[in-house]
């Protein structure tokens, strides 16, 4: 079990956003995450992440308990996340390859050919391959959210938190997104994904847990999509290890989370 919360109470700013929450999730499950605006969808990810406190409850993620969790122990657990926000959070003033180079350095990757080798790899398996050179203004914004997922599956997670990754994208471009974390998930990695576009539900079926009433619901599980193509050839990358080893969301939340993730990483090392 990934992630294991019984009788969990998530609160944002002193005021209980969801109360009595039960979820589980195992590996390569892929879980849809919805519900209306300020339901606490948002807030359920951030206590994933540490990025809000559990105070009540069992809520036990990769190993760690996070009612107890110390803050020095915080970024050992994101490093075994791949975290997608919706408005993308990559530097600027960083080349594509730059990005995902900061990353594993900050992660404990000591050596540069190692560095570029896992950057090629993820960045073809996101069909980026050739973007590398770019910066994040050069970039539309469906090939932004593949550079993001490109940085979240570099240290090959257990888990991807993806917050609304379709929210700034067109239909189609959005529908390359959501299969492209299917794919994923079917290597083993699982994805919870907030969405509103319950037209993914149909197309891509999977898990769905409704936010409403400060409760999490869990609706009739849907069957896995046909595959439409090999995801062993496709993503076998995924499985190479670490050799070493916003502005708001639905909330209304600020949050420049990314950054502050991996500079606390660097700062961690």
């Not at 993820?122 to 490109?150: C, D, F, N, W």
């Amino acid at each position: 079990m990934l992630i294991n919360y019984q009788s969990v109470t998530v609160s944002q700013q002193e005021q209980d956003v969801l109360e009595q929450v039960d979820f589980q999730l195992s590996e390569g499950e892929f879980v849809y995450l919805i519900g209306k605006v300020g339901s606490g969808k948002t807030s359920l990810l951030k206590t994933f992440y540490a990025e809000l406190d559990v105070k009540t409850g069992l809520a036990e993620v990769l190993g760690y308990d996070m009612c107890r969790i110390k803050r020095k122990h915080v970024p050992a657990l994101r490093r075994k996340m791949g975290i997608v926000f919706q408005d993308f959070q990559l530097l600027i003033d960083r080349t594509v390859g730059e990005n995902l180079d900061f990353v594993l350095r900050a992660t404990g990757w000591k050596k540069k050919y190692e560095r570029q080798a896992r950057i090629e790899e993820v960045l073809s398996l996101v069909g980026m391959e050739t973007k590398g050179y770019k910066y994040p203004h050069q970039l539309s914004g469906g090939e932004q959210q593949r550079v993001v997922i490109a940085r979240a599956i570099l240290n090959t997670p257990k888990v991807i938190l993806a917050d609304e990754p379709t929210g700034n994208l067109d239909v189609e471009t959005g529908r390359h997104i959501v299969e492209l974390l299917h794919q994923i998930s079917r290597q083993g990695t699982a994805v919870v994904m907030t969405t509103h576009n319950l037209q993914f539900l149909e197309e891509f079926p999977g898990r769905v847990c409704r936010c409403e009433n400060r409760h999490i619901v869990e609706d009739v599980k849907m069957e896995s999509p046909v595959q439409k193509q090999n995801p062993a050839e496709e993503f076998s990358g995924l499985e190479k290890q670490n050799p070493q080893s916003a502005e708001k969301n639905e909330e209304g939340i600020s949050d420049s989370a990314s950054r502050a993730i991996f500079e606390e990483q660097v700062a961690e090392e």
